[in-house]
């Protein structure tokens, strides 16, 4: 920074808004600039002005910000990554535009809609966001809302832990938000390698907002690991053993175990280029025996495992909807177990395949190749369960269902470019080209996006108590799939005629075709962005129509859709005893599945406390802080957060008691209601016949 | 779900009901959370021994020159001990010997830890005037961070252990303050096990 | 510590095995300890002293686990604890084996010349 840090506002000043650029100089890159921050104040304030109009404030306070309840927490995950997803996206448009306008002449060779440094900041951006704070809530919200409903638990193993990891990964998403409109965020890229970003090369505050994004989000996300990892061990109902599991279970504790061990990598990689950034060690400088190679390396040694966080929970809603929607038992339990299990392990195994070009010997490269080429093996066993499962299945081809046919399509693609990329040989042909970039969307795009949207579809009743409209669920899907086609294909493409990934410009006039098929396919997941949040409006508009109070709309066979929706507080009334594998599938078997329970007893529940929301806010005034070197407000919020959890212990915290009474009123309101609904059959499932009490007679899943 | 002999000793009997049961998710939970914590460990030892070369050290002091043994066997013996001291906790928690042997006990333990921080600390302030700095190398940098870590850890230990007995003064021995020295038994012990690691490989390894 | 049949803690009982368990830990613990020191400090080969500080760290490591975390295969939570922690060392092994398989890799292929004798190192 220019001018010398004050003792009270440390760096901050009005020269670090987009705004002042705009003034000093007005292009179409400091708009885009000054616009995205106007979005975010309006935006904000449309916000405040809403909640405050309709006298929301207190409910949000009291029926979510404080809830500990993990069906609560999971859907305000999903409300935080639905709004990065805009962000990300928009931003993924205006990289497209940008390079269908960036081609450059040799005499002027900067060109496009917005400067390079501004360039650099929007992938580097969209790729923290679309990681950390799309993909990682989304997943982790979604294992929120449905894991202890299909375990039969009432709740997770740590509520109010749960609560703090919301509250820290909303606080890494904040910051990455704020730097809209306060400063500049980093122009190193998702994984920000020194020593570009040591102290040096990039001074001012951009990578130190990645920083404490990643390391306080990262420390969420950790929690969240050991939450979902206890709750699968120690919170299943009587009976509920290991095999009898349902899928997206086997997946959650696959992602708990990845979460448990790889995030700490992360961790202390950011951390050492904390200390390097602020203290001058030498971990990863050019000079004083750094070694920058070992960032790469721990940082991947979080990164692929990552990875494979992201895809697996993808992996369990795809075997539940490929089940359910084809109305048959899912093919090759035990194998999918397995499968799962191995990439669990596998995927530490890996990590080099991230640096083959860093300079190590062959034989290194060799033996991380084969690892990687292994990894392929147990993906390629689920693929053929699914397809299995649907196989001669009666499909009924709903949102999810075109979610996971076009993952069927575009992930495989993505995959065998991934065992074409794990050869170290070819890697080094296209390395670093937008090749990669191809890659790495085709599969997290079908994989993560298209899996967290069907589940999110095929959930959606169970958390609000109507579905979504299946119309524009399956526009949605089409646009998103058509939308990925037109992006992300021509990138291969263009990789192969050598294009660099992360350009802001470039001299090759040949590009400019697969350019503007890339920026077509933008223009197209714009679309498919809005018809999203379409879907979710016109479907609250119609939720009369739309509702299904009898809480099982797909004829389901795992234990969620035993209860009302949307679901209570408590979830079950009582804990049931599980009896099989498919536990509520064999409930219809055996005749009349909503039986009331013989009697009805007290349920205790996690109370509701702000202290997820205090420790939250105290993390961010730390993380602002040294962003900004407000070094006094540092050190205050950083000994509030052990003072709050201090004085947290020394109260003693008495559970909500819910009277057995009320959970009898509520539960044989709801079995009344099921009786008098009639039911559907499979071929009325889309129609407003469909109140959530299925055909029982035509389960065979 | 209550087996005979879950945590035997580190934690409480079957006879102490609900705290027993409670216990079990709780612990295990905080046993997993250690777990994580065990791996950052894990990769600053790695990049300890990957920066433990002449290119690592770029010049700067060396451990023949920075180390000195005799101080490291001092604060081994403090946290061997103060390790051990946690037995009073434990056994004073399991078997109902009152809130005086319990805090006697954390009182020991904490005693103990500040002892070894002090020696630690010592250590780090002469190293500092020998120019062994972390700025002076990425050797340099490795060894603040790792050693420096566990100190912190300890230091967090001794507040912890401060909560405790004011939590034990306030509340008493119930169930859930129970079950939350069960869990700082665990974090004291697995403080201990670090120190072992880093005795071993940070100090004499490199001396041998 | 449990009564054979009856599945009842006699307390005195379990009480006095839990402090001999304590002290055998500690004076195994003390000896390992004096031992590593020892012979760090002692005339024998490098190699000989990294191996029995190894050794007596490993041991150690061991003893901590078994006599002051309670860790065994006996017992459904101490059993679930040991083989988390069995896991973990696993991952953990292969996280930090790699590291120092990848960075001695490069190191060699970076600071060594094809003869295989170290330049003499250059700060840039």
Redesign the interface.
Known sequence: MNEATSPIFGNLNWQVTPYTDLLRDVNSSTIVGAGAASVLVLGTIAGVALLTYMRWWGPLYRNWLTSPDAKKIGIMYIALALIMLARGIIEGFVMRTHQATALGTLAQQESGLVAPDHFAQLFSTHGTIMIFFVAMPLLIGLINFVLPQQLGARDM??PVVNQVSLGLTTVGAALVMISLLIGKFGTGGWTMYPPYTGIEYSPGEGVDYWLWAILISGIGS??T???F??TI???RAPGMHFMRMPLFCWTSLCVAIMM??A???L??SS??LA??RY?????F???????M??YA??FW?FGHPEVYILILPAFGVFSEISSTYSGKRLYGYTSLVIASMSIA?IS??V??HHFFT????A??NIAFGIATMIIGIPTGVKIYDWMATMWRGRVRITAPIVYLTGFFLLFVIGGLSGIILANPSIDYQVHNSTFLVAHFHNVIIPGVLYGMLAGIHYWFPKAFGFRLDEAWGRRTAFLFVGGFVFTFLPLYVLGLMGMPRRSPTFQNPDFMPWMYIAGFGAVLMLCALTSLFWTFWTSYRNRLALAVPGGDPWNGSTLEWSTPAPAPEWTFPRIPHVQARHDWGETKRSNDPWRAPKQYCDIEMPSNTPHGLLIAGASFCFAFAMVWHIWWLAILSFLAV?GLI?LR??M?IEPKIIKAAEVEEADCRFRQQVANLSAVTRADEETSRNRGVPDVSEFAG | MSETNLYPGLNLGSGHGEAHDQAETTVFGFWVFVMSDLFIFGILFASYASYLDPIGMAGGPGPQTLFDIKSVAIQTAFLLVGGVAYGGVSIGTKYEHGRTVVIASLLLCAALGAGFLFFEVKDFITQAGKGGVPQASGWLSAYWALVGLHGVHVFSGILWISAMIAQIAVRGLDDVVKVRLSMLGVFWHFLDLIWVGIFSFVFLVPLA | MTRPNTGEVDPQDGMAAEIKSYAIGFAVSLLLTLGAFTAAMSDISATMKVLLICIAALLQIVTHLRNFLHLSFSGEQSREDLLLVLFSVTLLAIMAGGTWYIMSDLSDRMHTSHEGTTHSFKSN
């Open positions: 193993a740590f950790t929690l690991g050991m939450n990892a206890v061990f120690k919170e448990i061990y995030m700490p990598a961790t202390v951390a050492m200390l390097d203290a001058g060690f030498h971990f400088t050019n000079e004083a025996g750094g070694n190679m070992n390396n721990i040694m392990v530490f195994t990590w080099l860093m300079g190590q010997s034989g290194v052990p201090a212990g020394m003693i």
